[in-house]
Nanobody
């Protein structure tokens, strides 16, 4: 079972990136999915989450209106479209899966599977 995150990179403030998280080894179509990020010397924080059906989403306040989480269950892939990026969005972004569907947990302990992380760097 593997989650593979990709799409990170270096972008100027105001730019956009699209992160992808592809699952392999099992289907995550019935799992809630999330994106976390971790900046240097800071704890990993929940950025956005999406229910298994895509019908419910969560965004942390600082990314509302700029980020969009979506999923394609046929492709076993979750996306994070990030627009109007700011330097404070810099960090390693991780995708995570909660097949038990506990509800959008803010804690890393609420997710059973993790991707390896992809670096996002936003320059000012």
């Amino acid at each position: 079972v593997q989650l593979q995150a990709s799409g990170g990179g270096l972008v100027q403030a105001g730019g956009s990136l699209r992160l992808s998280c592809a699952a392999s080894g099992r289907s995550f179509s019935s799992a809630d999915m999330a994106w976390f990020r971790q900046a240097p010397s800071k704890e990993r924080e929940l950025v956005a989450a999406i229910s298994w059906s895509g019908g419910n989403t969560y965004y942390r306040e600082s990314v509302k209106g700029r980020f969009t989480i979506s999923r394609d269950n046929a492709k076993n892939t979750v996306y994070l479209q990030m627009n109007s990026l700011k330097p404070e969005d810099t960090g390693v972004y991780y995708c995570a899966a909660d097949p038990i569907r506990r509800g959008f947990s803010y804690s890393t302990g609420g997710y059973d599977y993790w991707g390896q992380g992809t670096q996002v760097t936003v320059s000012s």
